[in-house]
């Protein structure tokens, strides 16, 4: 069965610095992965996706992902952090034609000044 | 379009009780999901409808769940005498799947009902 591993459960970066989530996941095929924001009291916001193709994906608000398939990893990067950025980040997998999303145990983001 | 609205945000009930959620998904979705988002986890998959049809139920956490999506709409998630442990945001999405189309289809999630079991 698919799984997601977040392997940091709490980051702390300055302002303006760049960052890193990293993201590893299990799955037996050619998974669609995604990674989400969820902040204080809010629903989950989609950031990015990929299905297939291009292996480095843009997303909302300035983040990007690689896949890499060797490393079975879909890392989350941005090269300068806002504090608007603090928040809760999950990394998530599905199989194709498969409802059951899995998400890894989310990475808390702390931005200080 | 007003995005997935939950009712409601926050419940507290005495252990025994039962309760019910409801979720509005998105008006033009065909799909709806319900997740349960412990503390310092992400969301676990409890179950989804294609229109009315609940086509996944075997990951319903007991006896206790259950769900119902009556005219295609609307859903409702409800526990049964419920348990300490059953204590977590209940997050419900839904999406747009066109048939033919191999993609994976964008769930949109709604804020969350956060139940409190004493």
């Known amino acids: 069965a698919q799984s997601v591993t977040q392997p940091d459960i709490h980051i702390t970066v300055s302002e303006g610095a760049s960052l890193e989530l990293r993201c590893n996941y299990s799955y037996g095929a050619t998974p669609y992965l995604f990674w989400y924001v969820q902040s204080p009291g809010q629903g989950l916001q989609l950031l990015l996706k990929y299905f297939s193709g291009d292996t480095l994906v843009q997303g909302i608000k300035g983040f990007e992902a690689e896949f890499k398939r060797s490393q079975s990893s879909f890392n989350l990067r941005k090269p300068s952090v806002h504090w608007s950025d603090a928040a809760e980040y999950f990394c998530?997998?599905?199989?194709?034609?498969?409802?059951?999303?899995?998400f890894g145990a989310g990475t808390r983001l702390t931005v200080k000044p | 379009d007003t995005g997935v609205s939950q009712d409601p945000r926050h419940k507290i009930t005495k252990r025994g009780q039962n309760v019910t959620f409801r979720c509005d998904p998105i008006?033009?979705?065909?799909?709806l999901y319900w997740y349960r988002q412990t503390l310092g986890q992400g969301p676990e998959f409890l179950t989804y409808?294609?229109?009315?049809?609940?086509?996944?139920k075997s990951r319903l956490l007991s006896d206790r769940f259950s769900a119902e999506r009556p005219k295609g709409s609307f859903s409702t998630l409800e526990i049964q005498r419920t348990e300490q442990g059953d204590s977590a945001m209940y997050l419900c999405?839904?999406?747009?799947?066109?048939?033919?189309?191999?993609?994976?289809?964008?769930?949109?999630f709604g804020p969350g009902t956060r139940l409190t079991v004493l």
């Open positions: 008006s033009e979705h065909n799909r």
């Open positions: 999405a839904s999406s747009l799947v066109k048939s033919g189309l191999a993609e994976y289809n964008e769930q949109f």
């Open positions: 998530a997998v599905v199989g194709y034609n498969n409802n059951d999303m899995r």
């Open positions: 409808f294609q229109n009315e049809a609940q086509l996944e």
